[in-house]
């Protein structure tokens, strides 16, 4: 490819999409996707990539048009900051001649980085004047991780820039952990999405500011506020005590708050209780909607409502697995032309805390 399509010149064109075997990535085929994605990357264009947690669109971190793209592309408000990927801590602070992207690492962000790098950390940290406003929202902190997903790995390493990707989907709506899932959201408004299969943990990235005390959890997700409180000491997560917002007052200090987010097209109503009473609550929540055709995400044991369409969610006990069919199952009722689709909260516990965060942003809590 000689060049990246510019998003946005013509919608009717459609996004590449290369297929990629995360476990043979020596592969004729595999070397060639790589390297025209990591082409389309380092000339401004837009390339949807697998990560751990979910798809993400990636652009240049450090070239603001090709940032601006990915706004365009998802229809995001500039005043939600984005994450940087790298492939190795060196682009951090800088390599062959490139900018650092951070003017410092505190002792805490050092051991949390050596227990949880490569995986789904994001750390909020204070960056250099090389990273470009559109980035961070004008914030002093820029959000940056390093993937575990080999095939993102090696398209930053082959790119040779740090990559700023948020989910690669419609602002505000359901990320995606499938390539289908991204077409079906972006297919014409990006230039390519390499296919790894379906992504691993499901939810976003743990985003961590180890920069205050105590440090500050953001946004839950595979890596636990307990995870972290035993490598590198006392932790909070974030609570807003206001209501959601169309439009913050000001930038956001992280991806995902203060407003509605992860949601389907149909109407998301969060039921609360455990595994002994869902079943009668979920009856009686489709009793009381007559009009309208229930989906409903049903965890394994539960007993189906009559006349609902059903997502087979996953066991109870298991949240790692309820995570990762999570969005997919959203999507799939969605699709199924569901108008209300019921979800159980599951307990705070593990990646559980990561669920919650995610269906109270996208619903309407019963």
Known sequence: MAGARRTGDNESVKTLRFVVDPANLESSEALEALEQAAGILRAGGLVALPTETVYGLGANALDPAAVSRIFAAKQRPAWDPIIVHISDEAMLHGINGMAGLVERVPEAARKLMAAFWPGPLTLLLPRTAAVPDVVTAGRPLVGVRMPAHPVALELIRRAGVPVAAPSANLFARISPTTAAHVLADLDGRIDAVLDAGPTEHGVESTVLDPCQTPMMIYRPGAVTSLQIREIAGAVEIYHDSGAPQARPREALPSPGLGLRHYAPRARLLLIEGDLAVLAARLEGAVQDLP????????????????????????????????????????????????????????????????????????????
């Open 291 to 366: 009009e309208d055709q229930v989906g409903v995400m049903l965890p394994d044991g539960v007993h189906a409502p009559a006349g609902a369409t059903v997502f087979a969610w996953g066991h109870w006990s298991a949240p790692e697995e309820l995570a990762r069919t999570l969005y997919a199952g959203l999507r799939r009722l969605d699709d199924q032309g569901c108008t209300v689709i019921l979800c159980p909260l599951p307990p705070a516990d593990g990646i559980g805390a990561a669920i919650r965060d995610r269906l109270l942003k996208a619903g309407n809590r019963e």
